[in-house]
């Protein structure tokens, strides 16, 4: 079989966005590689690969799932893809897994988790590290989402590295923003700030069986108290708090039928489209603060007078808020 040769037009890949768009699981592996790299060339193709995409992105149902370390989310994804595989979903799981502080990788993978769901055909799973961005996601996430949507993933799940103040940025980038939450009462309610519980769709208690079973009940008693203290994310949809054990897939298939519910009434009254285009444009804020730093570091001169700004501002010199306007004015 001859081998087809590699084409570029305009900067994009033709051969690699087509395999994308036939489902072709290397190529997407491929292009998040591309999305990821900090190198100049790379982003230039990786941008001009997305455009090419963008027109067959969005027909996905993303989830973003969170929870505080050891709740036993990669246990949860796990199961709940293979429940999706089942229903003949295709599913891509984009982990966000810690850092390494010396390679800058990511210290966990695919292969010492989700062993069972990383060997079904219809799923995709992506580890990528969280570097030095915020929120519990990588840099590159939302960007890994579109390029799933293009190869035909129509669920996409985002899961975080672990809960906490800052960890809400997957609640700003998904349809669906789902915490899990261990068997703990008070002690585990307390360790969830208020404004995530605002952002949280649903509310999963795990381990819900066995020894934890009477525990469980518990825990979702306190958070459905809890609940109907806090503003509703949207009006006339308070979020649904359920049980899962995911060892013994229990509660799961509940689950996914009450997010579909959800998912399905948000895009019937308007609300989706609405919501991603919110999404969208903070994207766009977010993206100009940083590529004004990448430009003020990128250029040899900039960057050592904006050292000179930071010290002012470290002795008490100059405000940051000056200092920042005086930076942006050297730049014109």
């Not at 390679?103 to 055909?121: F, Q, V, Y």
């Not at 990528?128 to 915020?134: C, E, K, L, V, Y």
């Not at 019937?268 to 993206?287: A, N, V």
Request: proline share 3%; hydrophobic share 40%.
């Amino acid at each position: 079989m001859k081998r087809v040769r590699e084409t570029k037009h305009a900067g994009v890949d033709v051969a690699l966005g087509s395999r994308i768009l036939e489902g072709d699981r290397r190529a997407l592996s491929r292009a998040i590689t591309l999305i990821e790299s900090t190198k100049q060339g790379d982003q230039k193709a990786a941008e001009a690969l997305l455009t090419s995409l963008l027109p067959r992105t969005g027909k996905g149902i993303r989830i973003g799932i969170s929870g505080a370390p050891g709740v036993g989310k990669s246990t949860f994804i796990e199961t709940f893809g293979q429940h999706l595989s089942r229903e003949g979903r295709a599913v891509a799981v984009l982990a966000i897994d810690p850092s390494s502080r010396r390679s800058g990788g990511s210290i966990l993978g695919d292969k010492t988790r989700m062993e069972k769901l990383a060997r079904d055909p219809n799923a995709f799973i992506r580890p990528s590290p969280a570097g030095s961005t915020p929120g519990g996601v990588a840099r590159r996430t939302r960007e890994s989402m579109l390029l799933a949507e293009a190869a035909g993933f129509d669920v996409v799940i985002v899961e975080t590295v672990g809960i906490g103040q800052a960890e809400t940025a997957v609640a700003d980038m998904t349809d669906l923003f789902v915490v899990l939450v261990a068997p703990g009462g008070g002690d585990e309610l307390q360790g969830i700030k208020r404004g995530i519980m605002e952002l949280a769709d649903l509310l999963l208690i795990t381990k819900a069986d066995g020894d934890l079973e009477i525990a469980a009940k518990r825990t979702q008693a306190d958070y459905d108290a809890a609940i109907r203290l806090t503003r509703s994310k949207y009006e006339g949809l308070p979020a649904n708090v359920m049980r899962v054990s995911s060892l013994r897939d229990l509660g799961v298939a509940e689950a996914w039928s009450a997010m579909k519910t959800l998912h399905a009434a948000l895009k019937r009254d308007g609300t989706l489209p609405k919501l991603r285009q919110e999404q969208s444009r903070r994207w766009f804020w977010q993206e100009i603060r940083t590529v004004i730093g990448e430009t003020v570091l990128s250029d040899k001169k900039l960057a050592r007078y904006a050292a000179r700004l930071e010290g002012a501002v470290a002795t008490g010199e100059a405000l940051p808020y000056a200092a920042a306007r005086t930076l942006i004015a050297a730049m014109r």
